[in-house]
Structure formats: C-alpha cells, structure tokens
C-alpha cells in the first residue's frame, strides 16, 4: 500500500504568497541585480527584455544599465539551461548548471539522429569548441563550418549538436539594454577565463542537492514533479529523499506532498499581493507542475496563444490580465471586471512605475484595452 503524504495542508492562497515572497514580488527586494538573478537561479530570456522586466517588478531601484552592465563585464551571460531553454544566469551559476541539465539537452539529440548517421559526437565537440573558441559563432557560421568536416550530414543537424555537447553563451553586445546584436557564441569556459577546456563536473549527487534547495528557496513550497518541471529534469525523487531530514513537509489541497526549507517564509494568505506587470516567460508561471498557486482555473492557457507567450499582470498575487507596450502606450488587458474599490488605480500607478523604470523620459499613454487577439469562430 503506498503510504500517503502527510503534513499540513497548504491552500493555492498560502503557496502563492511563499511564492511571491520568494520571487521578491511580494515586496520589492534592495538586493543588487547579480544577488536577485543568483537568488531566482536564472530569469528565463528567448528575448532580450524579459529578464529586465523580470527585475524591474522585483527589485528597489532596478535600471536597466544595472543588468548591462553585468553582461558586459561577463558577470552574467545568456546560456541554454533549465527546460532547454535560454536563461540569464550569473558567471557561477552557468558553469553549475549546464552540467547538472545535460541529460536534458543529451535527450534532444535524439530527434536528429537520422542527420548525424556517422557523425562522431566527441569528435564533433572538440572541433566546434576550437571553432568557436578561435572567434565566435553565429549559429549559421558554425553550421557551415562543420558542413565542410561532415558533408553528408544535416547541417542544421551539426549545430543543434554542438549547442547541445557544448555549454554555448551568447556573447554580447547580444543582451544588452538597447544595442543587443546578433547571436554570436563561444563557451562558457572562454567566455569567463575558465582555461583548460571543459569544466569539472561537481560531484553529480551534491550538485542535484544544492539545486533543489536552491529551487525550494525560490520556487517552494513545492513538490518533486514541480521542480522536474522546472529543470527539464526526471528523476529526482531520489535527491529529495536524501535532503527529506533536513526539510518540512506540507501537502496541496489534492494531496500532493510538498517540500520546503523550514527557515523559508510562508507568510499569512491574507498578506497583502500589489500588482505586478511580469514579462513573457517569466519563471513564476512556468515552474510547476501545478500553477494553480499563480493561475487561477479558469484562467489556465489564457496567457498563451499557440507558441506566444503574452506578457503577464498579477493581480493579489494571481494572473489577472495581460499587457502589451505600443509606440505610444501601455495597454493592459484585464480577464473579467476590476471593480475593487481602487483596483484600476493600484494597476495603473505600477503600470506608470513600470515605464519610468525601464522607459525614463518616454512619453507612454495607459489604457485599458484588449491585447490579445479575437478569433473569429
């Protein structure tokens, strides 16, 4: 009989206040912006702007220069990590964990097996590290140099590879607030002065245990298929089995068990959430399993639209609309009426907030409006 979880019950109202907490959007944060990337384990970023939004909504005193800067002195950079995905991470952080998330990136060579019949992988990672490691890559650039080596093989094929046996960055001026460029690339060990070629792997089991505390600290309360979600990862019952002595238990309103740090906040749920304008991807609404704690049911899938992410508005801590920056205005979309006694007002005084942090001098309307697109039946 499979024993069932027990500890304390933790309503969506009391997860999503840890949570908040623990993203700093409950409060803003007076952490520098290298201290909030480290704390959050990375800001998702496919685009350029997501992880300055993502900063400005959690941090006192953000400016966009703030993160430049820390890509342009190779104190952050933009690398494939978590979910196979684009991250912003600190220097330290991308060296950890590309490691940790390469059975993920091993995974997706699989659907291009057919393109690299006789290609040797080792062989292939050797040669795109000297190629990009001699100057950076585009991926076009990098794919047409290892045509020349492998001419039968899918070139599209030949760069998904190196992408997925070498820790890539992108260097700058890609990233940066207002000049980013094209995609270049090189190694993460080149890129922050790492010599001698590929770095170590840590310990594989230490490495796994001090991510999920790092997870639980950002992210938790939160259950084991949470935070596989949120790494692109399986299999990590067995590193939360190991930390269970040294972490609390709760369990979700349908019974699943939750993990947690017990020195983490967990503040009252009636703790008061102002609203926030989150960019597309932000890792708030894509680290669990369950989203519940941010999305209410009904609204499940509507800050998607086919493969567009919209970006997002909470509202007492939950998603509540969607929002879109013009030339000329701000316009948020709210799902159903906003008729609290000084709801509109609250929104719109973060939405001027938002704009003088990241848009000084710009000269923005706020309306309300509709954003995302009508389809006709």
């Known amino acids: 009989m499979t024993k069932q979880p027990s500890g304390p019950v933790l309503g969506a109202r009391a997860l999503n206040r840890a949570t908040l907490d623990r993203q700093l959007l409950l409060r803003r944060s007076t952490r520098s912006a290298k201290e909030a990337v480290a704390h959050l384990v990375g800001l998702q970023a496919q685009n350029v702007k997501p992880p300055y939004y993502a900063l400005a909504a959690r941090l006192d005193g953000f400016a966009p220069e703030q993160l430049s800067s820390l890509m342009a002195d190779r104190e952050v950079v933009r690398i494939v990590t978590l979910r196979s995905t684009i991250h912003t991470h600190t220097a330290a952080d991308a060296l950890t964990l590309r ?12 659907a291009f097996r057919k393109g690299l019949a006789g290609v040797d992988l080792d062989r292939l990672a050797a040669l795109a590290r ?16 290892l045509r020349a080596e492998w001419p039968d093989a899918d070139p599209q094929s030949l760069a998904v590879a190196a992408r997925c046996t070498l820790p890539l960055v992108q260097v700058t001026p890609r990233g940066l607030w ?16 790492r010599s001698g070629g590929p770095t170590p792997s840590p310990d594989a089991a230490e490495a796994t245990d001090t991510t999920v505390l790092r997870y639980l600290a950002a992210f938790g309360p939160a259950s084991v298929r949470d935070m596989q979600t949120w790494a692109g990862l399986t299999r990590l019952r067995e590193a939360f089995e190991r930390l269970r002595p040294r972490l609390l238990t709760f369990r979700d309103e349908g019974g699943a068990e939750l993990f947690d740090l017990p020195d983490a906040p967990r503040p009252d749920p009636g703790t008061p959430a102002p609203p926030r304008f989150l960019p597309e991807f932000d890792n708030l609404l894509l680290s669990h399993a369950d989203r519940t704690r941010v999305v209410p ?19 007492d801590g939950f998603l509540a609309g969607v929002w879109k920056l013009t030339e000329d205005a701000l316009v948020i979309e709210t799902f159903g009426q906003r008729s609290r006694a000084g709801e509109r007002d609250a929104i719109t005084a973060e939405g001027a907030r938002m704009l003088a942090t990241l848009h000084p001098g710009a000269s923005y309307d ?7 697109p009508q389809v006709s039946g």
Not at 101 to 110: D, G, I, K, S, W
Not at 178 to 193: I, M, P, Y
Not at 297 to 315: D, I
């Open 297 to 315: 049911p009904g609204l499940r899938g509507r800050a998607w639209q086919g493969n567009q992410a919209y970006r997002t508005l909470l509202v």
């Open 178 to 193: 207002g000049r980013s460029g094209q995609v270049a690339l090189t190694t993460a060990e080149h890129w922050l002065s």
């Open 99 to 110: 490691p940790l998330v390469q059975p993920a990136r091993t995974r997706e060579l699989t």
């Open 130 to 145: 000297d190629l990009v490691e001699t100057e950076p890559r585009t991926m076009a650039g990098l794919r047409e140099a």
């Open 366 to 372: 706020i309306r309300f409006g509709a954003v995302v």
